[in-house]
C-alpha cells in the first residue's frame, strides 16, 4: 500500500536527538505512513542506533555530509507518499500532530506545505514564519528590530517562508515547483523553496493546532563561527537568485554595518560587564570572522 505521508529526517551526528525524534513519531499512528533517515556521514553511531532500535526505518547512509537539500532531496526521491514531510532530526512531534497537518492537507487542495506550531524545550513559542527577505527586513535586522520580520503565529494563516525544521509538503506540488536547490548546503534552502512555491501557485499554511518542540542548532552548535558564516553565505546565495546585483549589494552593505554594529556593541558590553564577557566576544569572534569573509570579496561558493 502507497503510504499517505513520507517523513524523512536528515541527520548529521546528532544521535540523541535523532532517537528522541523517532520515539515520538512512534507514538503516532504510522498506519500510513514510512519513515526515511539520510545519515549525512555521521561519525557518533547514529546509523548504528536507528538500525537496532527502529528496524522499520528505511536508513539511507551517505559517506560524507552532503548537506541538508542534497540529502533530503535523495530521501524525497526514494520516497512514495502522497505528502511528504521533512523534519530534521532534533524535532519531537506532540500527540495529534502528523494527524492535524495531514488533515488540513487534505482538505485544502490549494495548500503547497503545512506547517505546525514549533515550540521550544521550555514551551515558549519558537518563530518560524517569516516574511520574505527584502531591504527593510534586513535594516530592521540591522538595528536590533528582528522580531518585526516575523510573521503573527496566533492563528491560521497564509504564510510566506517557514522554517524548514518541519513541513508537510504535497508531492503534487513539488513535482511542480522542483526539489530543494542543491545549491544551498543549508541554511535559506527552506525560504527559498517556499517563494517557489509561492511562485507556482501553492499557499504555505500555518497551522498552530499541530504542534511540536524544536531544540536547534544539535548538528551547528559545535562549529558556532564557522555556522555563522556559513548563514550568511546562504542568504548571499538566495539575495542574488531572487533579487538581482543591485538588490544584493545594498542588501551586503548592510549586512556588514550590521557585523560593525555587533563588534562595536559587544565590546563595550565586554568592557562594562564582567558577568557577560564570554558570550560577548563569542558574539565578537563570530560578527569579526564573518567581516573578514564579506570583506574578502569571495563569492559565496
Known sequence: MTPEVSIIIVSWNAKEYLVGCLMSLYEEDLSRAEIIVVDNGSSDGSPEAVEELF?????????????????????IIASTGRYVCLMNSDVVVLSGCL????????ADPSAGIVCPKVLNPDMTLQPT???????????????????RNYMPHGAVMEA?????????????????????????????EDKDWCRRFRNSGWKIIYLPEAKAVHYGGSSSSAAPVRF???????????WRKHHGSARTAVYLAIVMFHQALRIGSAAVIFALVPGRRTNEARKVKRSAACLRWLLSGKEAA
Open 55 to 75: 528496524p522499520e526505518v528505511r536508513l539511507i547512509r551517505s559517506d560524507e555530509n552532503l548537506g541538508f537539500a542534497k540529502a533530503n532531496n535523495i530521501g
Open 99 to 106: 494527524e492535524a497537518l495531514t488533515g488540513r492537507m487534505a
Open 129 to 147: 514564519c517569516r516574511r520574505f527577505p527584502s531591504i527593510r527586513g534586513a535594516l530592521l535586522s540591522a538595528i536590533g528590530l528582528d522580531a
Open 160 to 188: 510566506e517562508a517557514v522554517s524548514g525544521c518541519f513541513m508537510l509538503a504535497r508531492r503534487a506540488a513539488i513535482d511542480q515547483t522542483g526539489l530543494l536547490d542543491e545549491r544551498f548546503f543549508f541554511y535559506a
Open 228 to 238: 555563522y558564516i556559513e548563514l550568511h553565505k546562504a542568504n548571499l546565495k538566495y
